[in-house]
């Protein structure tokens, strides 16, 4: 017999990893490039470049340029 969640959560896809710059600290609030912010856990300085996953921050990115590609 198979595990029927491990199945389910198969069907369900991953958050996206997303980029941004933490624009406030208390709370952490972390701009996107297409300008929208979000709020996320856990610990980054005001202007450092960051990964989000899920509302949670995964670690620094490299500050690179950002090209918005719209489909």
Known sequence: MSNLYRKFR????DAPLLVGTVVATTP????????????ARGEAAVG?????????IEGAAPT??????EV
């Not at 198969?10 to 896809?13: G, S, V």
């Not at 450092?48 to 949670?56: H, I, K, L, S, T």
């Not at 690179?64 to 590609?69: G, S």
């Open 48 to 56: 450092q470049v960051v990964f989000v996953r899920d509302g949670v």
């Open 10 to 13: 198969e069907l369900i896809p």
């Open 28 to 39: 952490v609030r972390v701009e996107l490039p297409d300008g929208s912010q979000i709020a």
């Open 64 to 69: 690179l340029p950002v090209e918005l590609i």
